[in-house]
């Protein structure tokens, strides 16, 4: 069983949609949380990071940690065909001393117009 | 503020030949983390560099090694190269050894 569970899609929606993200995770041990997009044939690029349990803000985009059930989620409100990309999620637990990443293996999105 | 960056862009090498990657971290960054990512996978931690020093290693064999500079900069050695090493490899710098990472845009890497 992997550390970190993703559905890997594609999900397509139109534009305008609440687009669901998610992720599930075997591991308590996991403290800190992150969102990356990657578009394709890119580097990922960090969109939300959230440590506690509940919900963070940050313009149209939401990140929401449930500790107790394991489960991570990032809606995306508005969507728009700029948000057509890969959705990683990461999560970490600090190991002696440094930061090693376990990412779910990404969530296919296409926003069309 | 330059962000991090990697060369060479796309790599071409035969089985058995050994390839290096570079990264250069984003400024005021000490911490250099190298991460393999498959085609239609997520990146998979190979090792961290801190201060010059490696202080943490994925399940990557002793073939896979690195260097980090004193400007913090960092090389990826891969020797003997196998098909299977064909992927992405990305580098990520932060400011610290337990900070939020950063990602580069990759070397592509194939292996024939």
Same mark, same amino acid.
């Given at each position: ?15 305008g ?5 998610n ?8 403290q800190? =949380?992150?969102?990356?997009? /990657?578009? %394709?044939?890119?580097?990922?690029? @960090? ?5 506690? *349990? +509940? ?8 990140a ?10 990032? =809606?995306?409100?508005?969507s /728009?065909? %700029?948000?057509?990309?890969?959705? @990683?999620?990461?999560?970490t637990?600090? *190991? +002696?001393?440094?930061?090693k ?13 | ?43 998979q ?26 400007n ?41």
């Amino acid at each position: 069983q992997k550390e970190v569970e993703q559905d890997p899609g594609p999900l397509s929606v139109p534009e305008g949609a609440i687009v669901s993200l998610n992720c599930t995770y075997s591991n308590s041990a996991f403290q800190y =949380f992150m969102w990356y997009r /990657q578009y %394709s044939r890119k580097g990922p690029e @960090l969109l939300m990071y959230t440590y506690s *349990s +509940g919900n963070k803000e940050d313009g149209r985009f939401t990140a929401q940690v449930d500790k107790s059930s394991k489960y991570i989620s990032l =809606f995306i409100r508005d969507s /728009q065909p %700029s948000d057509s990309a890969t959705y @990683l999620c990461a999560m970490t637990k600090l *190991s +002696g001393g440094y930061n090693k990443l376990i990412f779910g293996a990404g969530t296919r999105l296409a926003v069309h117009p | 503020e330059t962000g991090v960056t990697q060369s060479p862009t796309h790599l071409i090498k035969t089985r058995g030949q050994q390839v290096t990657l570079r990264c250069s971290s984003q400024s005021g960054h000490n911490t250099v983390s190298w991460y393999q990512q498959a085609l239609g996978q997520g990146p998979q931690f190979i090792f961290q560099y801190y201060r010059e020093e490696e202080n943490g290693r994925g399940n990557f064999p002793p073939r896979f090694s690195g260097l980090q500079f004193p400007n913090y900069s960092s090389e990826l050695n891969v020797n003997a190269l196998e098909l299977d090493d064909s992927a992405l490899y990305l580098c990520a710098s932060s400011s610290d050894n337990t900070d939020t990472q950063y990602f580069g845009p990759g070397t592509r890497l194939t292996v024939l």
